[in-house]
């Protein structure tokens, strides 16, 4: 089952870079990018595509306006359309009548918008799942050797489970993550179920093997009953063993080239301050030249530090190649990109490093010229 090719037209470089990798990661969509709508249509002419997702206001060619013109070249194939405005009445009977497969508002929630586009333009690749229960499901997605998501809700809640080739490899919810998200979910009433096929994640934080993790599972639960708990809250997961002494993490990684990077400790201790910057949703450190994550804090399944980090170190190598192409011969310090409900600032370590810091804040809680100031004297400290 081959993953669906989308035509993704925005024209702000950090947005559509963004979304390309996120959607490319999913593994349900290979992404074109283009930059406005007349490089869409030029893209249409020579191009094979099974969707379109469209910004609406954009220069050269609007999305309105792209839509017009592929109905009057007869062109079929199932559109979304994304804006930074309100959808008043008139604009959405006006995309009713291009037959929009679906709409969404900036900014958008990176798992929300991967979801909807998957159910809305390869509903193929997705199911529902009926008359089975949840530890059955489970063990047969990994005797079919199967790769995808299985989004699980029960009680109001909704938990993800990642497959790749049988092997459960991530479990989220809201608050936890790994064999305790797993643990969680399986001890949801009623839980309805919806698999989405080939999508996949980059995170791993599950390591057992999975009849391991619900033999486990089962055991907390039968535990829960024992002591006369219900089975509508997490079981509580056993400690996990301490750390080896000297055990990899995020300054054994190295960054490509450049100075050597700081200690373990000294990284964790730079992103606990950049988290006390008021607002601060997620912090970390990203190597410039890969795009990798290296140390990450805060977050949530709504904000993936991991794809965050990778988007804006696409930004900033475009940023560069802008400068080098106007033959300034200077440095950057620091790149602020402002959304509709958040700040991302990235900030150098200094000359000689090749990483930076990354800081997303609450654009309601968050003050960016006192953000800028902080997250620059945490630099300055973990370079020194």
Known sequence: MRAATLLLVDDDDFVRLSLARALD?????????????????????????????????????????????LLERGKRLPVAVMTGHTLTPELRARLERYGIAATFTKPIEIAFLVDELQRRLHPATVGRIAGITLFGFLQLLEV???????????????????????????????????????????????????????????????VEPLQHALME???????????????????????APEPAPGA???GGAGGAGGAALP??????????????????????????????????TGGSPMLDLDLAGGAA???????????????????VEDVMVTLGTQYHLLRFLGPGHTAFLYL?????????????????????????
């Open 144 to 206: 079919e050797q199967k790769t995808g998501l299985v989004i699980v809700h029960g009680g109001g809640r909704e938990g993800r489970l990642y497959f790749d080739g049988g092997a459960l490899v991530h479990a989220e919810t809201r608050e936890r993550e790994g064999v305790e998200a797993l643990y969680e979910i399986v001890a949801w009433p009623e839980p309805r179920l919806e698999i989405f096929y080939e999508r996949r994640t980059r995170k791993r934080t599950v």
């Open 263 to 296: 200690g373990d400790e000294q990284i964790e201790a730079a992103l606990a301050a950049a988290m006390q910057v008021p607002g601060a949703l997620g912090a970390a450190l990203v190597d410039a030249g890969s795009g990798m994550t290296l140390a990450a």
């Open 25 to 69: 990661r999913s593994g349900a969509f290979t992404v074109i990018p283009a930059e406005h709508g007349a490089r869409a249509l030029e893209i249409l002419e020579r191009e094979a595509v099974d969707a379109l997702l469209t910004d609406l206001q954009m220069p050269v060619m609007d999305g309105l306006t792209l839509l017009g013109r």
């Open 248 to 250: 990899g993490g995020a």
């Open 217 to 239: 599972a089962a055991r907390l639960l039968d535990e829960r009953a024992a002591a006369g708990g219900t089975a509508t809250g997490p079981p509580t997961a056993p400690a």
């Open 313 to 331: 170190a696409d930004l900033l190598r475009a940023k560069l190649r802008v400068l080098a192409a106007l033959g300034l011969r200077d440095t």
């Open 360 to 384: 997303v804040l609450d654009r309601e809680r968050g003050n960016p010229g006192l953000a800028r100031r902080r997250l620059a004297d945490v630099a300055r400290r973990l370079a020194s």
